[in-house]
């Protein structure tokens, strides 16, 4: 089992950056690929970045070039710095890892709004 906590969530104006934090315990040498995805109110939730353990990273098209995902392997966290945030990105961001054995996690969510 992996537990994933997630942190920095807030409200802010456009053009303003956040940080969001995920930190992973538990079973946490199983972890392959861990990112984060988002969901809208009425849509369905979306990657928006994920690394793997070798530090291969997909960004969604939407976000390249504003977002940054860093991953600290010996400290288990995934960090998500967002720039230059548009109206667009205000979601629930979910931290997700996936296990190498086909097991995926979710963390709680956390609430970005972004203001116009």
């Known amino acids: 089992q992996v537990q994933l906590v997630e942190s920095g969530g807030g409200l802010v104006q456009a053009g303003e950056s956040l940080r969001l934090s995920c930190a992973a315990s538990?079973?946490?040498?199983?972890?392959?690929?861990i990112g984060w995805y988002r969901q809208a109110p009425g849509k369905q939730r979306e990657l928006v970045a994920d690394?793997?353990?070798?530090?291969?990273?997909n960004y969604a098209d939407s976000v390249k070039g504003r977002f940054t995902i860093s991953r600290n392997n010996p400290e288990n966290t995934v960090i998500l710095h967002m720039s230059d945030l548009e109206p667009g990105d205000t979601a629930v961001y979910y931290c997700k890892a996936s296990s190498g054995f086909g097991y995926d996690y979710w963390g709680q969510g956390t609430q970005v709004t972004v203001s116009s």
């Open positions: 690394i793997s353990r070798h530090g291969e990273i």
């Open positions: 538990g079973s946490t040498f199983s972890i392959n690929v």
